[in-house]
Structures are given as structure tokens and as C-alpha cells.
Nanobody, 125 residues
Framework: VQLQASGGGLVQAGGSLRLSCVASGRSFENYGMGWFRQAPGKERVFVAAINWYGNTRFYTDSVRGRFAISRNRDDNAVYLEMNNLEPEDTAIYYC???????????????????WGQGTLVTVSS
């Protein structure tokens, strides 16, 4: 089972990036998915989550209105569209799949049972 995150890179403040996370080895169509991030020298924190069907989403306050999480169940993929990026968004971004089927995962890492390897986003000022 593997979650492969991609799409990170270097962008100027105000710019946009789209992160992708593709699962292989099993289907995650019935699992909620989430994104977390870890800034340099800090703990990993929750960013966004989406339920298994794709019709319920929620975000941490600092990204609401700028980031959008979506998924394609047929492609076994989840995405994070990031707009109006700020230097404070600089971090390694991780995708994760919920531990249980058909629930909306929460903000805690313990809600997730599968993790990707991370993709680095660097926002310059």
C-alpha cells in the first residue's frame, strides 16, 4: 500500500500550487482522506480533510478560503489546490487515508492509518 504525493515546489508568495496524492496497492474509494503539513522545526499539523464520498470537507483556519481539497475516487487520488500562498505555508505536505471506512476523518493523526512520503512546498517572500 502506497500513497504517493507530488506537486510540491518553489513558488513566490501569492502564487498557486496543486498537490496530488495517488494511492496504489489498494482502493481508498471508501476512505476519507486528509492533508497534513510539517514546517521546519515544527510538528506536523492538520490542513484539510474530505470524506469518502467527496461531498464534505473541512480545513484548518489558516488555509480556509485559500486551499481546496478534492478527490477522484475512480483514480484513487486526492488533491490539494493551494492559492494565494504565503511564506508561512512553507512545509512538507503529507497525504493520509483514514483508518476506518466511510467516516470523515478528523484533525488528529490517529484518525489516519496510511501516510504518504510528503512533498516539499517552499513559498518565497
Amino acid at each position: 500500500v502506497q500513497l504517493q504525493a507530488s506537486g510540491g515546489g518553489l513558488v513566490q508568495a501569492g502564487g498557486s500550487l496543486r498537490l496530488s496524492c495517488v494511492a496504489s496497492g489498494r482502493s481508498f474509494e471508501n476512505y476519507g482522506m486528509g492533508w497534513f503539513r510539517q514546517a521546519p522545526g515544527k510538528e506536523r499539523v492538520f490542513v484539510a480533510a474530505i470524506n469518502w464520498y467527496g461531498n464534505t470537507r473541512f480545513y484548518t483556519d489558516s488555509v480556509r478560503g485559500r486551499f481546496a481539497i478534492s478527490r477522484n475516487r475512480d483514480d484513487n487520488a486526492v488533491y490539494l489546490e493551494m492559492n494565494n500562498l504565503e511564506p508561512e505555508d512553507t512545509a512538507i505536505y503529507y497525504c493520509a487515508a483514514a483508518s476506518r471506512v466511510r467516516v470523515l476523518p478528523g484533525r488528529k493523526e490517529s484518525d489516519y492509518g496510511f501516510w504518504g512520503q510528503g512533498t516539499l512546498v517552499t513559498v518565497s517572500s
